[in-house]
């Protein structure tokens, strides 16, 4: 059974920095693109970031580039969103997803709160 | 930018449902996806490429159209179906972008 689970949401003051995990299991991480989707009541779903099965193509929504840096690890199987220059428009739901432009897969999320 | 009508479907059970995503471009080869999300749970891929169905979605569930108009279409509806759902391009390049969302609720 194919499992994202994300750790790693909190309450930032903005300008703060913060590093999401995403836990996979049940599938062949390093055969998969992975993605990161963010979700708020105010912007509704958005695609932050992706990075490819092997990690040489990385993209970034215009909102986040050049503050969030996506990466993975293989051997652990975990996909990492590090968040940072955080703005109050960045809070909400972080989704990791399996996929590199359409997802099959999501995990539950993690809430970001960025507030002072 | 993508943008779904209605914002708010009511209908009763058994009924059929249609939903509409309208793009303000073309849509690269067809590339859009239906999501199904429901309260308190992460968003579920319905449909991807336009028109196929996701792995274990049932059949009452299709999608439909090309270019910048496209129909997610649930016959027969059931309990478990009303939720709010997105659709999703994700054509040659980024931004891959949601529309706002439908809700289906029911009557």
């Known amino acids: 059974e194919v499992q994202l689970l994300e750790s790693g949401g909190d309450l930032v003051q903005p300008g703060r920095s913060l590093r999401l995990s995403c836990a996979a299991s049940g599938f062949t991480f390093r055969n998969y693109a992975m993605s990161w989707v963010r979700q708020s009541p105010g912007k509704g779903l958005e695609w932050v970031s992706t990075i490819s099965f092997s990690g040489g193509a990385i993209y970034y929504a215009d909102s986040v580039k050049g503050r969030f840096t996506i990466s993975r690890d293989i051997p652990s199987n975990t996909l990492y969103l590090h968040l940072s220059s955080l703005k109050p428009e960045d809070s909400g739901v972080y989704y990791c997803?399996?996929?590199?432009?359409?997802?099959?897969?999501w995990g539950q999320g993690t809430l970001v709160t960025v507030s002072s | 930018v993508l943008t779904q009508s209605p914002g708010t479907l009511s209908l009763s059970p058994g009924e059929g449902a249609t939903l509409s995503c309208r793009a303000s471009?073309?849509?690269?080869?067809?590339?859009l996806a239906w999501y199904q999300q429901k309260p308190g749970q992460s968003p579920r891929l319905l449909i991807y490429g336009a028109s196929k169905r996701a792995t274990g979605i049932p059949d009452r569930f299709s999608g439909s159209g090309f270019g910048t108009d496209f129909t997610l279409t649930i016959s027969r509806l059931e309990p478990e179906d009303f939720a709010v759902y997105y659709c999703q391009q994700y054509g040659s390049s980024t931004p891959w972008t949601f529309g706002q969302g439908t809700k289906l609720e029911i009557k």
């Open positions: 471009q073309s849509v690269t080869g067809n590339y």
């Open positions: 997803a399996r996929g590199l432009n359409y997802y099959d897969y």
